[in-house]
């Protein structure tokens, strides 16, 4: 069955270092999304992206987030210069199109140090 | 906030029974979907019902939504140890054309054997 991956499962990174996570949506999916859970808290929404470009953001997609669709198969999600707070789990889903199923990957937990 | 919240917070229940989570939201959907989570791990989708359906099952889900009453329960029935995990529900925020799923904070099921 086709599924969402993500890499690398888990990253630590000092405070101040970019950090790129990268995911693979389901091949004939166009709309693609970042998420994030800090520790205990609910899932929040970062990014969607459709059709190469942003299609919506949440608050917490400031200038020191940015995604990328470099090639025809990945979906990156690029922290400029990572701060303490920024330690979550960071999921990428994607579905065929609005308004449909949305699928996850199991998630990159990030820790900053 | 289009985000839907779930209810109760937490729930424990003995295999066998049926656990069942509730979920509102403030404003017209056109779908909702559940989720589950294991600990740690990444949101597996379990069912989208569309705002023209009341009723869906999947298995041992079974899936309501009032839309006159913006709410949606969540039915599992026969519930095993396995089914441990917390449940979310994700209500769609139609925006510029896109559909952003939009989550609560979930139900932690918890199920003794």
């Known amino acids: 069955e086709p599924e969402v991956t993500q890499t690398p499962s888990h990253q630590v990174t000092q405070m101040g270092q970019e950090v790129i996570l990268r995911c693979v949506p389901i091949?004939?999916?166009?709309?693609f999304y970042w998420y994030r859970q800090i520790l205990g808290q609910k899932v929040e929404f970062l990014v969607s992206f459709y059709n190469n470009e942003i299609s919506e953001k949440s608050e917490i997609f400031d200038d020191q987030f940015s995604v990328e669709r470099p090639d025809g198969s990945n979906f990156t999600l690029k922290i400029r210069s990572t701060k303490l707070e920024d330690s979550a789990m960071y999921f990428c889903?994607?579905?065929?199109?609005?308004?449909?199923?949305?699928?996850f990957g199991q998630g990159t937990r990030l820790t900053v140090v | 906030s289009q985000q839907g919240e779930e209810d109760p917070q937490a729930l424990s229940i003995q295999e066998g029974e049926n656990a069942t989570m509730n979920c509102s939201y403030k404003t017209s959907i056109n779908n909702l979907q559940w989720y589950r989570q294991n600990s740690g791990r990444g949101l597996v989708h379990l069912i989208l019902i569309r705002s023209n359906e009341r009723e869906k099952h999947s298995g041992r889900l079974r899936v309501t939504l009032d839309t006159s009453k913006k709410s949606s329960s969540l039915l599992i029935t026969a519930s095993r140890a396995a089914d441990t995990a917390s449940y979310f529900c994700?209500?769609?925020?139609?925006?510029?054309?896109?559909?952003?799923?939009?989550f609560g904070r979930g139900t932690s099921l918890i199920v003794h054997p």
């Open positions: 994700a209500t769609d925020a139609a925006s510029g054309g896109s559909y952003i799923p939009t």
């Open positions: 889903a994607s579905s065929t199109t609005g308004g449909t199923e949305a699928f």
């Open positions: 091949s004939n999916h166009l709309y």
